[in-house]
């Protein structure tokens, strides 16, 4: 009711929004002539002045209506397009770290420009975020005279770019790339061992195209730069082989399973979770599997002892290999590897592996080669990654109906910005169908009739099987057509240039985040490059523009009798589970006022409707009399399709939000950890880092002493006088007095603790010595995080289980998780000062001299060839500075070197190489 109010009082949102943008559109229209007046080479000076007047403490709001009006008028000169008022309305939204909605086809790449521009004026760089390298390459390489024009560099963020190269492109003024390069590039710099291997230089501002396709449809899936572990490849080839002797949970009536915990009788030995793609075994179906592993000799004793529960875990990702991924719809198989599928674009995503062993069971599965298991060595969620930027912008065709989870998590606003010309496509009601097969006979008879008239079609589909159905039977009809998927996602352009030609028909795999748009009749700009071939002769681009001005003149007629025929006619297959989606598809017709037409044809059998309606919608159908092949129009199915939807909606808004709650515990620790590895990184002083770590043990160890020492002096000297020697190799000699007076003993201690480190920076010097502390820090911090990476995810696993004893998992999550943290960088830092303290360094004359003995004497030589005994056996890579002053001093190791076969010292269990020898 009071939004009721509101509304009738000030506007609808929308209306309130563009109001507030239209005195700033009016100032930068009153500039465009005075940027129409400028030559060519005031353009760059004109940004210099920008620059200038921005150091000296303009803020970019005032620099915005000279900005964009430049803009503006650069992209007129360089494009031959000037954009649109409603362009620089969503420019103006971007500049504000908004997200701009508008529809397919209104020009997103060049609203971009001048957002980008202004806020690449202070020189800390703007990143422009696509969904592809693709699309990445394109829009840079199409915007790059504009923004040259105006003085500005731009790069481009390939995926397949060495360090050299990236760093180069990162430092230009505004940079191009994907989302998950930019997320890896962030990971790989904070595992970097000095800062000029890194390729980042911040995160000032980024402009996220298909916004909500990336913030929130990948939003699930964190980004995972991942190491080879343990070969555990046979036990997924020997799991895979005994999965055929388990049986599903044998269902009730109601199509439900029965529980156990109620005391129903199960039959049957796993039950499966379509919703969540989740296994679950019942009591005889885990006798079973310790049966079957126990006659294959595989393990011991039972299957829950410790050793033998890992085997659980590779029943379960077999099971959803085999039951709940599907190939040709989750994944395909090509050129002899798993290539998981994007639900969302319908893309191949090339270098991704699921993660936990999944794509290991499905590469069993398929019976193909068994890649080795990868370790954890870095993530990020996207979520988290797009929070590291000082301002967030973005913009896309569909975001409004996601605009609360854009609040909550990103705390980014959404504008609906008009679209240039009304829109004139007819969107038609849902056709419904009882069964699968009737739907199909349908959409091919429409499909061809609207084909024999020359309409061009668009027919979306979920998945690369049903596509592929899809085209056989379009094939058996006669109909000649294009198939869009991630099979031949080669040919993407040259399918798209031709979709909206007269006759075409083009069948595609989830439409979302092309990027390209379709226009009507063809596209004149690619049939003439078709034509010119790859022909770099001096006049190749004079033979291309008498090409493309010959092919627009007989597009121009190809328009004319494609727009009398209707327009585009998009079909979709079946409802998406998201509202989005199905709006970005059929967002593909209409664009900038052309007729068009979009009609959803649905059958009780689709996905959504069985797992998200049931079956008993289709029962009810039947009961109330409708027949097969008979269509069904009511506004009550509709909203009953929009509801499954919602739930579905909901129900993906609720795990991507609960992913974040328990990532921010992580994210809170990775934080830390990447700002102690700068820290480490830029200190020039690492000595004092260890003399205070050195501090707070030995004041620990003398706390300890003043508690023992009331009930056993002896007892208490002792544990003083081990602790001492294990952890610096330091020899406590007890004098008079120091049993009555601790803090004085404790005092004396450190002192010579803090003269040997002294003596061994006189000895190799200090550039060198903060050189080796470096290279310990980093690479105990790195393989410290790798271990709390793994025991977080053991963690987060452990905690569900606590719900049953009325706790709540993710406050357990987040106590334990900082009480392993706090623990790890107590390790880190101990183990760094102890190590320092053990390796010796020394000449001959003190080489036997108890350290307690030694005098402060300077000693002037070292080798800096003998720097591999810090290493504790671990070789390094990295060559500290070239700091050598002659050969007599000698290296004395005071612990045992490890083995690359010996068990690890850590306690693990795992051979040295496997674990921190790796």
């Known amino acids: 009711m009071f939004d009721s109010i509101v509304k009738a009082l000030f506007g609808s949102q929308h209306e309130r929004d563009l109001k507030a943008l239209l005195p700033i559109l009016h100032s930068v229209n009153e500039k465009e002539a005075w940027a129409a007046a400028l030559k060519a080479e005031d353009f760059p000076v004109q940004t210099n002045l920008f620059r200038e007047r921005h150091n000296k403490g303009e803020k970019l709001e005032a620099l915005l209506p000279e900005a964009f009006a430049l803009a503006r008028e650069a992209a007129r000169r360089n494009l031959g397009e000037r954009p649109y008022d409603v362009q620089v309305l969503g420019s103006i939204v971007l500049h504000q770290g908004k997200i701009a909605e508008l529809k397919t086809g209104e020009g997103k790449t060049l609203m971009v420009v001048a957002a980008a521009y202004l806020n690449a004026i202070p020189g800390k760089g703007v990143h422009v975020v696509t969904v592809n390298d693709y699309l990445a390459e394109r829009d840079a390489a199409w915007m790059r005279p504009i923004f040259a024009y105006m003085g500005m560099t731009v790069g481009t963020i390939l995926s397949d770019m060495d360090n050299s190269r990236r760093k180069e492109n990162y430092a230009c003024d505004i940079t191009y790339g994907t989302n998950n390069e930019f997320g890896f590039d962030y990971l790989r710099d904070n595992m970097c061992r000095d800062m000029e291997s890194r390729v980042q230089r911040g ?65 049957g030995d796993y039950k499966l979770n379509e919703k969540n793609k989740n296994v679950n075994f019942s009591n005889a179906g885990m006798t079973k599997i310790e049966e079957l592993l126990q006659k294959r000799g595989l393990i011991k004793g039972a299957i829950v002892d410790q050793e033998n529960f890992e085997f659980l875990h590779y029943f379960t990702q077999a099971l959803r290999a085999h039951k709940l991924f599907h190939i040709d719809v989750d994944y395909v198989v090509q050129d002899g590897q798993v290539q998981i599928v994007d639900e969302f674009t319908g893309r191949i995503l090339h270098g991704r592996r699921y993660s936990d062993g999944l794509h290991q069971a499905i590469e069993a599965k398929e019976r193909i080669k068994i890649a080795q298991r990868n370790r954890t060595l870095a993530t990020i969620t996207f979520q988290n990654y797009f929070r590291l930027y000082n301002k967030i912008s973005g913009g896309t065709g569909t975001a409004d109906t996601e605009a609360v989870e854009f609040a909550k998590i990103y705390n980014l606003d959404v504008v609906v910005i008009p679209t240039n010309l009304p829109v004139a496509r007819q969107d038609d009601d849902d056709v419904v169908y009882l069964n699968e097969k009737d739907k199909y006979n349908a959409l091919c008879d429409e499909i061809a009739e609207a084909h024999k008239k020359g309409q061009p079609m668009l027919v979306g589909t979920v998945s690369i099987e049903k596509s592929e159905k899809l085209s056989a039977l379009l094939t058996r009809k006669g109909v000649r057509h294009e198939v869009l998927n991630a099979k031949n996602h080669a040919r993407e352009a040259a399918i798209i240039a031709e979709a909206g030609a007269k006759g075409s028909v083009t069948i595609a795999t989830n439409m979302a985040g092309r990027g390209t748009d379709i226009k009507l009749g063809g596209n004149p700009e690619h049939r003439a490059r078709k034509r010119a071939g790859t022909d770099a002769s001096p006049d190749a681009a ?182 001492l020697k294990i952890k610096f190799g330091y020899t406590l000699k007890l004098e008079e007095g120091d049993t009555k007076n601790p803090d004085a003993l404790e005092k004396r201690i450190l002192e010579e603790l803090n003269l040997n480190i002294d003596e061994k920076d006189k000895i190799i010097g200090t550039e060198y010595l903060n050189y080796i502390i470096r290279q310990q820090y980093l690479m105990m911090v790195d393989n410290k995080w790798l271990d709390h990476l793994e025991n977080m995810e053991g963690l987060r696993e452990a905690v569900g289980l606590r719900s049953y004893a009325q706790k709540n998992p993710l406050t357990e999550y987040k106590v334990e998780g900082f009480q392993i943290f706090e623990t790890m960088i107590d390790d880190i830092r101990q183990a760094i000062a102890s190590r320092l303290h053990l390796v010796r360094i020394q000449t001959g004359e003190s080489a036997n001299r108890p350290l307690s003995a030694r005098s402060s004497a300077t000693i002037q030589d070292a080798s800096h060839g003998s720097v591999s005994a810090f290493s504790d056996g671990a070789s390094s890579s990295h060559r500290g500075p070239a700091r050598m002053q002659s050969e007599n001093a000698t290296v004395i190791r005071t612990q045992p070197k490890v083995g690359r076969n010996d068990p690890c010292p850590c306690g693990s269990g795992k051979k040295y190489k496997l674990c921190h020898g790796r």
């Open 542 to 723: 004079e033979k291309y523009a008498a090409l493309y001005k010959e092919e627009y003149e007989k597009w121009k007629n190809d328009y004319a009798e494609v727009k009398s025929l209707g327009g585009l006619y998009v079909i979709g297959t079946e409802r998406h589970e998201s509202r989005r989606i199905d709006n970005q598809l059929r967002g593909r017709s209409g664009r900038q006022g052309d007729p068009g037409r979009s009609k959803f044809f649905i059958s009780m059998d689709d996905d959504l409707m069985r797992i998200f309606g049931g079956e008993n919608i289709k029962n009810l159908m039947s009961k109330i009399g409708m027949e097969e092949g008979e269509p069904i129009y009511h506004p009550w199915l509709s909203r009953n399709i929009e509801k499954a939807q919602k739930k579905v909606e909901e129900r993906n808004f609720e795990i991507r939000k609960h992913l974040l709650e328990y990532d921010d515990v992580l994210n809170q620790q990775r934080k830390f950890i990447y700002e102690q590895r700068d820290a480490i990184l830029l200190d020039k002083n690492l000595k004092a880092r260890v003399n205070d770590a050195t501090a707070d043990m030995l004041d620990q160890y003398i706390q300890e002493y003043k508690e023992l020492q009331r009930k056993d002096m002896t007892a208490a000297a002792k544990a003083l006088s081990e602790n």
């Open 203 to 267: 995160h000032n501002y980024c402009v996220v195209d298909e916004i909500d396709s990336i913030l929130i449809d990948e939003a699930r899936t964190p980004l995972i730069i991942s190491g080879a572990a343990e070969d555990d490849t046979f036990k997924f080839a020997e799991v895979d082989r005994l999965l055929g002797s388990l049986e599903e949970v044998k269902k009730k009536d109601d199509g439900e399973y029965p529980d156990e915990t109620q005391g129903e009788e199960v039959i």
